[in-house]
């Protein structure tokens, strides 16, 4: 059994009222990282979980109805602050990227797929099918621009077999399954729905011990996952599944309780940010 080395780094952040965000928040904005990973195997190399903000999505929100999406949430991003920027700081390459592990396609956690030429894109087969013929005003109802999508996406693309699923050791319950995305079980990728159709969650096994579980948008505050607090009624417009949304936050709460040691990560809670990134 292999481990990776984990780095979690943030590409941009955008804001949004607190109490829409969870339940009993303040009424002003705050802040919400977009939050992406450095995964590093010993054998395949370097891979990304999400990739955060980049300069394709101003470009992709210059005019309506996607300018609506900024005007929505307004996005902040420094150019030291994307993805390829900062893994160029740390020596790598955007070619030595060998995976981009996709947890959904919504523009904030993919609009960098562009910057990394040699990648495979992993993802939910039905996440994809969900957004993929959509366009114009429905592609924006499911926070999709088409356009950050590359124009070789669906040559690199390297969906995960939902027909193989694995069972989950017995202290990942309540998850029960997952995906074993290398063969080594070093990243286990588990289904989180709810948010949207297709959302992938990912266990991974580092070297130093912890686990890490990156949870997506399952959660937008790790306090909603500690308290099982849900957000505003409002954000249920913009769920694919509002029910089954509660069902994965309670079982993300039940595993918290079970497994404080597992780091789990919401892909845009500034708190959760302030721990790991230093």
Same mark, same amino acid.
């Given at each position: 059994?292999?481990? @990776?080395?984990?780095?979690?780094?943030?590409?941009?952040? #955008?804001? #949004?009222?607190?109490?829409?965000?969870?339940?009993?928040? +303040? $009424?002003?904005?705050?802040?919400?990282?977009?939050?992406?990973?450095?995964? &590093?195997?010993?054998?395949?190399?370097?891979? *990304?979980?999400?990739?955060?903000?980049? &300069?394709?999505?101003?470009?992709?929100?210059?005019?309506? !109805?996607?300018?609506?999406?900024?005007? /929505?949430? !307004?996005?902040?991003?420094? &150019?030291?602050?994307?993805?390829?920027?900062?893994?160029?700081?740390?020596?790598? +390459?955007?070619?030595?990227?060998?995976? @981009?592990?996709?947890?959904?396609?919504?523009?904030?956690?993919?609009?960098?797929?562009?910057?990394?030429?040699?990648?495979?894109?992993?993802?939910?087969?039905?996440?994809?099918?969900?957004?993929?013929? +959509?366009?114009? $005003?429905?592609?924006?109802?499911?926070?999709?621009?088409?356009?950050? *999508?590359?124009?070789?996406?669906? &040559?690199?693309?390297?969906?995960?077999?939902?027909?193989?699923?694995?069972? %989950?050791?017995?202290?990942?319950?309540?998850?029960?399954?997952?995906?074993? *995305?290398?063969?080594?079980?070093? *990243?286990? /990728?588990?289904?989180?729905?709810?948010? #949207?159709?297709?959302?992938?969650?990912?266990?991974?096994?580092?070297?130093?011990?912890?686990?890490?579980?990156?949870?997506?948008?399952? /959660? $937008?505050?790790?306090?909603?996952?500690?308290?099982?607090?849900?957000?505003?009624? %409002? /954000?249920?417009?913009?769920?694919?599944?509002?029910?089954?949304?509660?069902?994965?936050?309670?079982?993300?709460? +039940?595993?918290?309780?079970?497994?404080?040691? @597992?780091?789990?990560? !919401?892909?845009? #809670?500034?708190?959760?940010?302030?721990?790991? @990134?230093?």
């Amino acid at each position: 059994m292999s481990s @990776v080395r984990v780095t979690i780094l943030r590409a941009g952040h #955008c804001t #949004c009222p607190e109490h829409i965000a969870i339940r009993g928040g +303040r $009424w002003r904005n705050i802040r919400f990282p977009a939050m992406f990973a450095l995964i &590093e195997h010993p054998r395949f190399g370097p891979m *990304l979980f999400d990739t955060g903000y980049s &300069e394709r999505f101003f470009q992709e929100t210059r005019s309506f !109805p996607n300018r609506l999406y900024r005007l /929505a949430t !307004p996005v902040t991003l420094d &150019e030291r602050q994307t993805a390829q920027a900062q893994l160029t700081a740390r020596g790598l +390459r955007p070619a030595d990227i060998e995976r @981009v592990f996709i947890s959904h396609f919504h523009a904030d956690h993919i609009a960098a797929l562009a910057d990394f030429p040699n990648a495979r894109y992993v993802y939910l087969p039905t996440g994809f099918e969900a957004i993929r013929a +959509r366009r114009g $005003w429905s592609a924006l109802a499911h926070a999709f621009l088409p356009g950050l *999508l590359p124009s070789d996406f669906t &040559e690199r693309a390297s969906p995960v077999d939902m027909a193989a699923p694995r069972p %989950l050791p017995t202290e990942y319950a309540p998850f029960a399954r997952g995906f074993d *995305l290398l063969g080594d079980e070093s *990243l286990m /990728a588990v289904e989180l729905p709810g948010h #949207c159709t297709g959302q992938m969650g990912l266990l991974a096994r580092t070297e130093s011990g912890p686990t890490f579980f990156f949870v997506a948008d399952a /959660a $937008w505050l790790r306090r909603s996952i500690t308290a099982n607090r849900l957000p505003h009624p %409002l /954000a249920n417009l913009i769920f694919s599944n509002p029910r089954l949304y509660r069902g994965t936050l309670a079982q993300l709460h +039940r595993f918290h309780v079970s497994r404080p040691d @597992v780091r789990i990560i !919401p892909s845009h #809670c500034q708190e959760t940010l302030a721990r790991f @990134v230093r």
